[in-house]
């Protein structure tokens, strides 16, 4: 089986602030996306990628950069960080796309924004 | 755009009872229906998917698929405390986007 690493765990920022959010996976998967999650509710598409050097918009993009410089890594970036904000960013990938097969999640980056 | 919607938002029921999660979705050219679950403070997990109309079974859980009425249910048979956690519905359309719903939090109480 394979893994899912987010790093780091917890992040606090300060307003305005550029803040990066990495994550790594072993399946081998061709397939990564960014989630947000706020208050344990549900998750909305920030950024997807088919594969590596690819970047597709999802609902939520706005106000966040994305990069897949290897087919291992995708890293999001908080481009301006808003104050009071509080979420959890989930990264996961999936082998086949999101039409036909499962997601396989990080643990999560909890960001706090002072 | 899809719409996807889970009701209800939040559900306690006993140990040992059944427990019926629902998800509704707008669009009809819908391909994949999956459930995920996830506990406090944990990553979401798949629990099961579909692709045609019917019914599939693993273990103490079912899900049912109705695409004429653009719905679809998770069943949790002898509901357990270790079920306790939030339900997220997913739809699949096609291409590599799935939209989740916004959850339902079950509490099993023992």
């Known amino acids: 089986g394979g893994i899912i690493t987010q790093t780091p765990k917890f992040l606090i920022g300060q307003e305005g602030q550029k803040l990066t959010l990495k994550c790594q996976q072993n399946?081998?998967?061709?397939?990564m996306y960014w989630y947000r999650q706020d208050s344990g509710k549900g998750l909305r598409l920030i950024y997807y990628?088919?594969?590596?050097?690819?970047?597709q918009k999802g609902d939520l993009s706005e106000g966040y950069d994305a990069s897949r410089e290897k087919k291992s890594s995708f890293s999001l970036t908080v481009t301006s960080a808003q104050k009071n904000e509080m979420a959890v960013f989930l990264c996961?990938?999936?082998?086949?796309?999101?039409?036909?097969?499962?997601?396989?999640f990080g643990p999560g980056t909890r960001l706090l924004v002072l | 755009q899809q719409k996807v919607q889970q009701s209800p938002e939040s559900l306690i029921v006993p140990e040992g009872a059944m427990t019926s999660l629902n998800c509704t979705f707008s669009?009809?050219?819908?391909?994949?229906f999956a459930w995920y679950r996830q506990h406090s403070g944990k990553a979401p997990k798949a629990l099961m998917s579909?692709?045609?109309?019917g019914e599939k079974e693993e273990g103490r859980f079912t899900i049912h698929l109705n695409k004429a009425s653009l719905h679809f249910s998770l069943h949790i048979r002898d509901s357990q405390p270790s079920d306790s956690a939030l339900y997220l519905c997913?739809?699949?359309?096609?291409?590599?986007?799935?939209?989740f719903g916004s959850g339902t939090r079950l509490l099993v109480s023992p």
């Open positions: 996961a990938s999936s082998g086949l796309g999101g039409n036909q097969d499962t997601q396989y």
């Open positions: 399946f081998n998967h061709d397939t």
């Open positions: 990628s088919i594969t590596e050097n690819d970047l």
């Open positions: 669009d009809s050219a819908s391909q994949y």
């Open positions: 579909i692709f045609s109309n």
């Open positions: 997913a739809v699949g359309t096609g291409g590599y986007k799935v939209v």
